[in-house]
C-alpha cells in the first residue's frame, strides 16, 4: 500500500468540524466519501488533528493509503474530486510519502490566527470577530507569558480523552493593523478549544476586566472555570501545519 498526504483548505461554517461523528456533517467524511467514490474502494483518511465546529483551515493535511503508487501523478484526479467536493471544500494536492509518514503524529508545529475587526465590515464579517477599541500591549504582554507555561488545562475543553495537557507554545502575539487586529499563536499542539478560549481570556485583559496578574494565576489554577468565555468560532483560522520533511 503506499501512503498519500493530502493538502487542502476548508470553511468550517457548515460543519461539526474536521472529525467524522454519527449523524453530523464533517469534513473528513465529505472527504472519505468523495475519496471513496472515486478510487472504487473504501478510503479513510487521518487527519493532523480536530477542529471546533465553525473553525476553519488552510493548508491542512491528512493522510490515506491507497494500492496505486502514482495517484499523485493523476492531475485529473485532483480535478474530479474538488467537483464533487462542496464549495467549502478545496484539495490543493496530494503528494507520495513515506509508508511510515503519520499526518497527525508526525506534525511538529501547528499555527492558528484569530481575526478581529474594531469596524463594521459588511463583505468579511463572516470571518471576523468584531469589538470595540483593545489594550493590545496588555494583551501582547500576558499572551508573551505563555511561554512560560506546559499546562494549559485551563483552557482546555473538559472532559476530553487526552492523556496529557501540557502544549509547547512557540510564540503568541497581537497585531494590529488599522481596524484588524490578528492574534497568531503556534504550539507542538492545542488542547480542544484551547486558542478560543485563550482569545476570549486575553480579550478581557484588552478591555481592562482583567490584569496580565489575573491571566497567569488563571493557568495556574488548571481549571477551565477560571478562564474568560471561549471567542466565536468563526474568526478562528488552523493556519499552517509544519513537518520534519518536505512532501
Known amino acids: 500500500m503506499a501512503r498519500y498526504f493530502i493538502v487542502l483548505d476548508y470553511n468550517g461554517t457548515n460543519f461539526c468540524g474536521w472529525q467524522r461523528q454519527p449523524g453530523q456533517d464533517s469534513v473528513q467524511e465529505r472527504v472519505e466519501t468523495a475519496l471513496s467514490t472515486l478510487l472504487g474502494t473504501p478510503t479513510e483518511i487521518t487527519g493532523a488533528g480536530r477542529t471546533d465546529a465553525g473553525v476553519h483551515a488552510r493548508n491542512y493535511v491528512a493522510h490515506f493509503d491507497n494500492e496505486a503508487n502514482n495517484l499523485h501523478t493523476d492531475a485529473n484526479l485532483l480535478y474530479k474530486l474538488n467537483c464533487i467536493l462542496p464549495y467549502e471544500i478545496n484539495i490543493q494536492r496530494i503528494a507520495r510519502v513515506s509508508d511510515t509518514a503519520h499526518a497527525r503524529f508526525d506534525a511538529v508545529k501547528r499555527t492558528y490566527r484569530y481575526y478581529l475587526t474594531t469596524s463594521k465590515d459588511v463583505f468579511n464579517h463572516p470571518f471576523l470577530h468584531r469589538v470595540q477599541a483593545l489594550d493590545i500591549e496588555k494583551m501582547n504582554e500576558a499572551a508573551a507569558l505563555m511561554k512560560n507555561y506546559t499546562d494549559f488545562t485551563s483552557f482546555s475543553k473538559l472532559h476530553t480523552d487526552v492523556k496529557t495537557n501540557n502544549c509547547t507554545i ?19 499542539r492545542f488542547l480542544r478549544n484551547m486558542v478560543r478560549a485563550i482569545v476570549g481570556t486575553l480579550i478581557e485583559i484588552g478591555r481592562g476586566k482583567m490584569t496580565v496578574e489575573d491571566f497567569c494565576m488563571i493557568i495556574e489554577a488548571q481549571d477551565r472555570g477560571k478562564a474568560g468565555s471561549s471567542a466565536a468560532a468563526n474568526a478562528l483560522f488552523l493556519e499552517e501545519i509544519e513537518y520534519p520533511y518536505q512532501f
Do not use: C
Open 170 to 188: 512557540f510564540d503568541a502575539n497581537w497585531v494590529a493593523d488599522g481596524d484588524r487586529i490578528t492574534f497568531t499563536i503556534s504550539a507542538n
